[in-house]
């Protein structure tokens, strides 16, 4: 008698596991059966007149955030950076708070160099001259990156994204200068206002 409620109890635990595999595996494929999520991209045209007063520089670039559910599922924006015509090392990628017309706080860093002294880490694998005037990065910002300024207390990325949407965030692109008085050598190089494209 206790073997055969041993061996019931055995083959309901057995039925009941493979229940909830599968279970667990059709519901995984169903998520993956769902249509391409729709992607929501936003665009910051990057040049010297759109800083707060205007920089007479050749430098320009683009930076294009990408958000769909998939990134909000997982808390996170992917971005790429893409700079052209350097005639400095960059030194620091920002998303700063403000509209068009003023400056703001720093709300995360995009890119950074990893020195702390001017370098040419964009460019020590160019091969030629006029590939060491560009720069191309990517990445991803989560909630863990707002390390300072207005959204340093927020734990979601959709605080940044409504930003994006409501034209009150710009990123600022930052390159060593030989003659700033800054305390790190950074000044201001290129600007822009972050809109939906």
Partial sequence: MCAALILSITIIASLYFIIQLTGTVVSFESKLLQ????????????????????????????VKFITNDHYYDNNKVYYEINLTNLNNDVGKVEVHLGQKNENGPAVTT??????????????????SENERTKLFFNGTVFPQTFEFGPLADSKNITDLVNLFNNGSAYVQVYAYHPDSLSLFGLDDEIRGQIAKQ
Wanted: proline share 9%; aromatic share 4%.
């Fill in 35 to 62: 249509p391409t999520q729709q992607n929501q991209s936003y665009v910051a045209n990057l040049a010297g007149v759109n800083n707060i007063p205007p920089v007479n520089t050749n430098a320009t670039g683009i």
């Fill in 110 to 127: 995009l890119y950074q160099t990893t020195t702390s002294l001017p370098s040419e880490i964009c460019c020590t694998s160019a091969d």
